[in-house]
């Protein structure tokens, strides 16, 4: 399911420009597959489906479903019971910050954000 409400930058709130993923019955699956088919998105909602749910994510896929190069941003929306998995590629380090409400997730290569 699509949840579209045009080119939104501020997608925090209510993940404008989102894909929904309902139905999902628990285990892993990978944003690799979903971002090659999609353009400018800037959300995914894997919230509300009662499974407990594993995805698997790396600085490449988050690229390319955002189409915003080294400056792309993702909102998930997640529920207690899931579980967000960061594939690192060489070079690249994971920042966790805790956020009210949630976690963010910044990866570095070498010489930058991205």
Avoid: H, P
């Amino acid at each position: 399911m699509y949840e579209g409400g045009g080119n939104d930058a501020n997608a925090n709130a209510d993940c404008r420009d989102a894909i929904i993923l309902q139905g999902l019955t628990g285990g892993a699956y990978s944003l690799t597959l979903l971002a090659s088919r999609t353009n400018n998105m800037e959300g995914l909602n894997i919230k509300g489906d009662g499974a407990n749910t594993a995805l698997g994510i790396s600085s490449s896929d988050v690229q390319q479903y955002c189409d915003a190069g080294n400056g792309s941003n993702i909102w998930i929306k997640a529920d207690s019971g899931d579980t967000i998995n960061v594939s690192l590629s060489a070079g690249e380090t994971l920042q966790t910050t805790l956020v009210a409400g949630g976690a963010d997730y910044t990866i570095f290569n070498a010489a930058s954000a991205r």
